[in-house]
């Protein structure tokens, strides 16, 4: 069974700097999703940025860009130039592309702080 | 766009009591699905359904947790009787479809079983 790993339960940076959230994962497959979620306070579940497994390049949205490591199974995210709005619980969740199950497993999260 | 909704937002009840939630997902969205996140943790799937049929049901605990589409839009998720670790967030999600398709969260549902 996939399993996603978090290793940070939380993390602080300060504001404007740059800070990176750490994720592994473990499958057998070679065809799946990658997703990171940002869970603000306020509990809605946002998508912060998501890779396909078949593509090479880095994903990147504004300030949030990935690192992932394919045969490393690693898959960590970059938050550059962070702000204030940024803190939040973060999730890393992997998702199959095999049949029609869109069964996404999530790691346990890592809570971030933007000091002022 | 309006967003996914759920109702209501908090509920406390006490062991052994029922409980539903309702999810009114993104307009057009043919699929739904009902995670539970326990404080500390991820979200874990519950159940997914496909327009009124359901595509997954694997990890929900089907003793006590039942949860219908019936007209392949709104979807209700009930807890009888409840237990103490059922004290979670619910959260539902919709998207187009399955497959590559975005999950969007609704605000969740915060139960407390006492």
């Known amino acids: 069974a996939q399993t996603v790993t978090q290793s940070q339960p939380e993390m602080s940076v300060q504001e404007a700097e740059t800070v990176t959230l750490s994720c592994t994962y473990d499958?057998?497959?070679?065809?799946?999703?990658l997703f990171w979620y940002k869970q603000p306070p306020s509990r809605q579940m946002i998508l912060v940025i998501r890779?396909?497994?078949?593509?090479?390049q880095n994903a990147t949205e504004n300030r949030f860009s990935v690192n992932f490591q394919k045969a490393a199974k690693s898959f960590s995210l970059k938050i550059s130039d962070s702000q204030l709005g940024d803190a939040a619980m973060y999730f890393c969740?992997?998702?199959?592309?095999?049949?029609?199950?869109?069964?996404?497993?999530f790691g346990a999260g890592t809570r971030l702080t933007v000091k002022p | 766009e309006a967003g996914v909704a759920q109702s209501p937002r908090y509920k406390i009840i006490e062991k052994r009591q029922s409980v539903a939630f309702w999810c009114n997902p993104i307009?057009?969205?043919?699929?739904l699905y009902w995670y539970q996140q326990i404080l500390g943790q991820g979200p874990k799937l519950l159940i997914q359904?496909?327009?009124?049929?359901?595509?997954?049901d694997s990890q929900l605990p089907k003793d006590r947790f039942s949860a219908e589409r019936l007209k392949g839009v709104d979807s209700t998720l009930k807890i009888q009787p409840a237990k103490l670790e059922d004290s979670a967030v619910y959260l539902c999600?919709?998207?187009?479809?399955?497959?590559?398709?975005?999950?969007?969260f609704g605000p969740g549902t915060r139960l407390l079983v006492l």
């Open positions: 499958t057998s497959e070679s065809d799946y999703y």
């Open positions: 359904f496909q327009n009124n049929g359901v595509v997954d």
């Open positions: 890779q396909e497994a078949y593509k090479q």
């Open positions: 969740a992997y998702r199959s592309n095999r049949g029609n199950n869109n069964d996404m497993r």
């Open positions: 307009s057009g969205h043919a699929t």
């Open positions: 999600a919709s998207s187009k479809d399955r497959g590559l398709e975005t999950q969007y």
